[in-house]
């Protein structure tokens, strides 16, 4: 099956830094990719949706001057978490977008769990 | 707006069927995804649905009813490994895709 790579699989980073995450589609083209974001034993809460060549679409309360997402290609979005703080301590996950009609599916990244002290 | 509702929790027996129901409310509507999800894992891919039916997979079957806006991961032959949280997900489509996922379902499978 189709299968996307997501890394770092874990970060550990200073308050105030910045970590840079890369969600790649390995075997497929993913026109759109979306980033999640997971606290614990909650669910997938949308971040924002990433088309290719375009600008992302952000959902309501996500900052994206704090959340900058580029999609440089067909097989490659990332996700830079800017001045990372405590609170941005989550799981977060990437999955892409393929397929139509009844064959439509997303496929999700393993996911990188940040921990920002 | 939107809404998707699915049970917190279920417990069932090894062995069993168990069916996990998810209701939705939502404009743009395209199709229904169903997710299993174990602990400190990313999601996985079990079933999408786009027409009214049940489509049949393995031990693992889905089904969708549009025009009442609800669906049913059925799961049969129950394994110990089957534990696990399973996510009903909707993906619109307005201008542009966009997956919304329940709160999921914490299934517990006991001996």
């Known amino acids: 099956g189709a299968v996307v790579s997501q890394h770092p699989s874990r970060v550990i980073c200073k308050s105030g830094t910045s970590v840079k995450i890369e969600c790649r589609s390995l075997d497929f083209q993913a026109t759109t990719m979306f980033w999640y974001r997971q606290f614990p034993k909650q669910s997938l809460m949308l971040m924002a949706t990433?088309?290719?060549?375009?600008?992302?679409?952000?959902e309501q309360g996500v900052e994206k001057d704090k959340f900058l997402i580029n999609h440089a290609s067909l097989t490659l979005s990332t996700l830079t978490v800017t001045s990372a703080h405590p609170e941005d301590s989550s799981f977060y996950i990437c999955?892409?977008?393929?397929?139509?009609?009844?064959?439509?599916?997303?496929?999700f990244g393993p996911g990188t769990r940040l921990l920002v002290l | 707006g939107q809404n998707i509702d699915q049970p917190t929790e279920m417990t069932a027996t090894e062995g069993a069927i168990v069916q996990i129901n998810c209701t939705y409310q939502?404009?743009?509507?395209?199709?229904l995804f169903w997710y299993q999800q174990h602990a400190g894992e990313a999601p996985t891919f079990l079933s999408y649905n786009v027409l009214d039916g049940l489509e049949e997979k393995g031990r693992f079957s889905s089904f969708l009813s549009r025009s009442k806006g609800y669906s049913y991961l059925l799961l049969k032959e129950l394994q110990m490994k089957d534990s696990a949280s399973y996510l009903c997900?909707?993906?619109?489509?307005?201008?542009?895709?966009?997956?919304?996922f329940g709160a999921g379902t914490r299934l517990f499978v006991k001996a």
């Open positions: 990433s088309n290719e060549g375009s600008k992302a679409t952000y």
């Open positions: 999955s892409a977008h393929t397929g139509q009609g009844a064959q439509e599916t997303q496929y």
């Open positions: 939502t404009s743009g509507f395209n199709g």
């Open positions: 997900a909707v993906l619109r489509n307005t201008g542009g895709f966009k997956t919304i």
